[in-house]
């Protein structure tokens, strides 16, 4: 490509797709929430927060970060300033230089209407050594930032960041515009490779590294965990930036890279299954759970649990004889509603359960939780209690709080032998 042909196409295909997304559902969150006095109220609160946390971090760097000006680095501020003007920034930018601890980072901001770009000391100590045109890619990259108004529109990708990927695929494909930028403008491929290399391995050995070999670290590191990496991240990986730059200002000199797509399909395919069965087996559990009527604890004692109760629970027909004969009510319940039939039904005794039955128990008696023995019967998934219970008279049409049938119930559980008995 000659120079205007390179100029007319740095912006990088996908960010602009992206950003018609980001826009849309942008502009839709914050119409709903306007429709809301609640959405409306989190929503100013937010941005009030927002604000009010943005300027304490800005006015610490004003304050602390050394700012470059005509007395503090002239001749890399007057550069810099140059390279601004030349992207069509009217509004100069801010720039300060702050501590960073080894850090190598910069980043573009907005302070009111101030622009504002602070550039980590990690990087700007490469001016000691002889690597001016890498610092001032690294400044380039942050103007473009600005220039495209990355930073001014970041209230619309608020709403954009919680849905999955879109939010940061937009940011990625906006750092590989601004590479483009900060390249063209800085006028040297080599400086800008070096300072993305710089941003991989740091300052004192990226002069070092092979990076035709780092490049085809995308072929050789691949699958379906670093795909997912760099979909979650705002960012792309480094290699990929370093590809994509070389590519885009001199496409003879890199070889065609592709990343292997095989093991990604594969790992989301195994992702899928394992998501699904951990899924249905917590589904499983819950249900499994919910059988577990607690309303007739056997190894607990209940309020209002008769002698009766507990013998049916464990099946001791004799002593239930006994206890009938002594005037104890068949029908009688606990306080959750639970009737000697229930107990048994519920432990699956189906000798004590038949013997109450035999005895004139009410198969459709209604516990506290709108259960009858029937339907504890389906829970238990017990087709003999079932025939049983249907043979005495159970109610089959009897529809509990949760407007379930016993037949329901059965069909929910996919029993096709207790399904056969109630139809």
């Excluded at 927060?49 to 304490?56: G, M």
């Excluded at 001016?127 to 209230?155: N, P, Q």
């Excluded at 601004?178 to 991989?200: F, G, I, P, Q």
Aim: with cysteine.
């Amino acid at each position: 490509m000659n120079q205007n042909q390179l100029r007319n196409n740095l912006v990088y295909p996908k960010e602009n797709v992206y950003f018609a997304f980001v826009l849309l559902f942008g502009i839709l969150t914050y119409i709903f929430l306007a429709f809301s006095l609640i959405g409306i109220i989190i929503g100013v609160a937010l941005i009030l927060l927002s604000i009010f946390l943005h300027s304490l971090m800005i006015a610490g760097i004003r304050r602390n970060g050394v700012k470059l000006g005509e007395s503090q680095f002239p001749e890399l501020y007057h550069k810099a300033v140059s390279t601004a003007k030349d992207m069509g920034l009217i509004n100069i930018p801010d720039i300060y230089i702050v501590e960073s601890e080894g850090i190598l980072n910069a980043f573009a901001t907005r302070f009111f209407r101030r622009n504002v770009v602070v550039l980590y000391s990690g990087i700007f100590e490469l001016i000691e050594r002889d690597a001016e045109k890498e610092v001032l890619f690294v400044l380039a990259h942050e103007f473009a930032h600005l220039r495209r108004k990355h930073v001014t529109i970041s209230f619309l990708l608020l709403p954009a960041m919680w849905i999955p990927f879109l939010g940061d695929a937009f940011l990625r494909a906006c750092e590989y515009t601004c590479d483009r930028y900060a390249a063209y403008y800085v006028n040297s491929l080599e400086a800008s490779k070096n300072a993305l290399t710089m941003l991989a391995i740091g300052k004192e050995l990226y002069s070092k590294v092979n990076q035709e070999a780092y490049m085809e670290q995308i072929e050789k590191e691949s699958g379906f965990f670093v795909w997912l990496n760099e979909k979650l991240s705002t960012h792309p990986h480094l290699p990929k930036r370093l590809y994509e730059l070389t590519k885009f200002f001199a496409a003879d000199s890199v070889p065609e890279i592709r990343e292997p797509k095989r093991k990604i399909w594969l790992g989301m395919i195994a992702s899928i299954v394992i998501i699904s069965g951990l899924s249905a087996a917590v589904w499983f559990g819950v249900k499994a759970l919910e059988k577990l009527d607690f309303w007739a604890e056997t190894a607990m004692e209940v309020e209002g649990a008769t002698p009766l109760m507990k013998t049916a629970s464990d099946n001791d027909i004799e002593l239930m004889e006994k206890l009938l004969q002594e005037g104890a009510d068949i029908n009688e319940k606990d306080s959750e509603g639970s009737t000697a039939l229930h107990w048994a039904v519920f432990d699956g005794q189906y000798e004590a359960a038949k013997f109450l039955l035999e005895k004139g128990a009410d198969p459709n008696t209604v516990d506290v939780y709108g259960s009858t023995p029937l339907i504890t019967a389906v829970f238990m998934e017990d087709a003999e209690l079932v025939a049983l219970l249907l043979e005495y008279g159970a109610d089959t049409s009897y529809v509990d709080s949760d407007g379930y049938t016993a037949y329901d119930y059965a069909v929910e559980y996919k029993n096709e032998e207790i399904i056969e008995l109630l139809k």
